[in-house]
């Protein structure tokens, strides 16, 4: 069974700060997703990290991703309030998975960040 | 919009009553997700259609809990003889096919009372 574990859960930074948020995850996948989710609203995409070593940056955002230690990061640069939110990643299981699992995302916990000025 | 469509926002029910959630995928999209959001939680699958396949219904918690989807359109989510641990945030996803982002609805927010 795929397990997704994220840390740290609650993170509370200062504007200006730097800090990176960990996703760990269990078996083989072959892409991750990073979303944003505000308080009562939906998911929105971040960044989706297909290969081993990929790099994608938006804004004060950058997420990597390491397929052999089964670890991805989302580092948060100069921190700005505008960044509060909880940050989830999602693993879909590999090909290989094969049948329904392929698709089907396992979430982690998800990392409530504050920004305070 | 072109955006993933659910209702109600909002339900509120008593215990015991049945419920019926609704999701208009993206159009052209062959995958339909549901998770449900509990308070302060993560997301967990619940059930999965793609295309003309066999729906993967192995998240769903129960046999009070079905889907049906109509083609590659809408979807509704049922929960039967609702409890209060079912009280949650339902969110339906879409995705052009299983390998492809998925997009999220801003979900359905249901109260067991």
């Known amino acids: 069974e795929l397990k997704v574990e994220q840390n740290p859960l609650f993170l509370s930074m200062q504007e200006g700060k730097n800090y990176t948020i960990y996703c760990n995850y269990s078996?083989?996948?072959?892409?991750l997703y990073w979303y944003r989710q505000d308080p009562g609203k939906s998911l929105e995409s971040l960044f989706v990290?297909?290969?081993?070593?990929a790099v994608k940056q938006e804004g004060r955002l950058m997420a990597s991703l390491d397929t052999k230690a089964r670890l991805s990061t989302l580092h948060i640069t100069a921190a700005v309030h505008d960044l509060s939110a909880t940050y989830f990643c999602?693993?879909?299981?590999?090909?290989?998975?094969?049948?329904?699992?392929?698709?089907?995302?396992?979430f982690g916990q998800g990392t409530i960040l504050t920004v305070h000025p | 919009g072109a955006g993933v469509s659910q209702s109600p926002s909002n339900k509120v029910t008593e215990k015991g009553k049945d419920v019926e959630l609704r999701c208009d995928p993206i159009?052209?999209?062959?995958?339909l997700y549901w998770y449900r959001q509990r308070l302060g939680q993560g997301l967990e699958f619940l059930i999965y259609f793609q295309g003309n396949s066999a729906p993967d219904k192995s998240g769903l918690p129960s046999d009070r809990f079905s889907a049906e989807r109509t083609g590659e359109s809408v979807s509704t989510l049922t929960i039967q003889r609702t409890q209060q641990e079912d009280s949650a945030v339902y969110l339906c996803?879409?995705?052009?096919?299983?390998?492809?982002?998925?997009?999220f609805g801003d979900g359905t927010r249901l109260s067991i009372l």
């Open positions: 996803a879409s995705s052009l096919e299983r390998s492809k982002p998925q997009h």
């Open positions: 990290l297909l290969s081993n070593g």
């Open positions: 159009s052209g999209h062959t995958a």
């Open positions: 999602a693993v879909n299981p590999g090909a290989n998975a094969g049948g329904t699992s392929y698709g089907k995302l396992t």
């Open positions: 078996t083989t996948s072959d892409r």
